[in-house]
């Protein structure tokens, strides 16, 4: 009984977990010099069905070395849940990919003397906050009508923005759902297993 009892809170720990990474990271950045400098990279962001979020970044007219002494520009996330700030990696010469299980609201990159830094040491060079993927939010059909013929085409409006709030509600009823259908199954398993013959 002790196993059906590790199961079942594994299963509910791992649905809560996987309903609440829903809120994510996935987006375009737009990073822009923090001084007078005209360094900017793009950056998406889109989450993969194993949770995490492959990161792609191209930036432009970036210079290098950055000065005698700074030869890294290294990309660090700030994340949703607060905290210190987490290290992406080493953005090259310009074009790299990561990828990270941690949701982020914003990204920046710091010139840094030594590229295996732990914490940003060095200053900000280039920062920007998430925007969300327009393309992806709900389509509306919208009707045109011209004489003797009707056509539907589709026209993006931006889906409802819901609060953090909201979203973590609707995730612990997703996850409450799925978890009450997971205590059934088990339940019904154990009932089959346990029943004498």
Do not use: H
Request: net charge positive; hydrophobic share 40%; with cysteine.
């Amino acid at each position: 009984m002790k196993g059906v009892l590790k199961i079942t809170i594994t299963t509910v720990v791992f649905l809560f977990l996987s309903a609440v990474s829903v809120f994510a990271s996935e987006g375009t950045f737009e990073l822009r010099s923090t001084d007078s400098n005209n360094y900017r990279c793009f950056v998406a962001s889109l989450q993969m069905q194993n949770l995490t979020y492959n990161v792609a970044i191209s930036c432009r007219e970036i210079v290098f070395p950055l000065d005698t002494t700074i030869y890294s520009y290294i990309l660090w996330a700030n994340p949703s849940s607060g905290g210190s700030p987490i290290k992406i990696g080493n953005i090259g010469l310009g074009r790299a990919q990561f990828s990270t299980k941690t949701n982020f609201s914003s990204l920046f990159i710091t010139g840094e003397q030594n590229p295996n830094v732990k914490v940003p040491t060095g200053n900000v060079i280039m920062k920007g906050s998430i925007k969300p993927i327009t393309f992806l939010e709900t389509e509306t059909p919208t009707t045109t009508s011209s004489p003797g013929e009707q056509s539907v085409s589709p026209t993006l409006t931006p889906g409802p923005q819901t609060s953090l709030r909201d979203r973590i509600l609707t995730g612990l009823k997703r996850a409450g759902l799925a978890t009450g259908l997971a205590l059934v199954a088990i339940f019904g398993l154990v009932f089959v297993l346990t029943r004498p013959k």
